[in-house]
């Protein structure tokens, strides 16, 4: 009976953590006990707060930075802007910098499309991009078949 229960409260709490934007991984360090740090109950703004003045915050990962000036107490940064991956939080105090790490979720927003653009598409039918990401919706003016032949004659000499 116990396992059953474990098992379903196991299965419950990773329906719920799946379904969060925003994942922090709290810093535990004993030094860093003075920044207070927690995302808000809708998961989509950092919340800091600090014994001492926070001086600077700046979020970065490879493809992405971004640094504030806070010269406050408390802040809070709203995480809408930034994009899905995992980030590291560099948080600097008068006396130390704090790190926390921070994963952003990809959105599950609807593409927004107009009824003509979805009208020219055909449904099972493939579709090819642009350089834009836009449907391409014209079919070429050679074959493939065409392109490929004539691409291998030149080559041979032909």
Same mark, same amino acid.
């Given at each position: 009976m116990i396992k059953n229960i474990s098992t379903l409260l196991v299965l419950l709490l990773t329906l719920f953590s799946f379904s969060q934007n925003a994942i922090l991984i709290?810093?535990?360090n004993p030094k860093a006990k003075e920044l207070k740090h927690r995302l808000n109950s809708t998961k989509d703004s950092l919340l800091l707060y600090s014994e001492s003045k926070i001086l600077q915050f700046e979020i970065f990962n490879e493809n992405y930075e971004e640094t504030f000036e806070v010269n406050a107490y408390y802040k809070v940064i709203s995480l809408n802007e930034i994009p899905a991956g995992n980030y590291l939080v560099e948080v600097k105090l008068s006396d130390k910098i704090i790190l926390i790490d #921070?994963?952003?979720?990809?959105e599950n927003k609807e593409i927004a499309t107009s009824k003509?653009?979805?009208k020219k598409i055909n449904e099972g039918k493939?579709?090819?991009?642009?350089?834009? #990401?836009n449907p391409i919706t014209s079919s070429p003016h050679q074959s493939i078949e065409s392109i490929l032949t004539q691409a291998n004659a030149n080559e041979t000499g032909l």
């Open positions: 709290q810093n535990k #921070l994963i952003k979720r990809h003509s653009s979805l493939g579709m090819m991009l642009d350089e834009n #990401l």
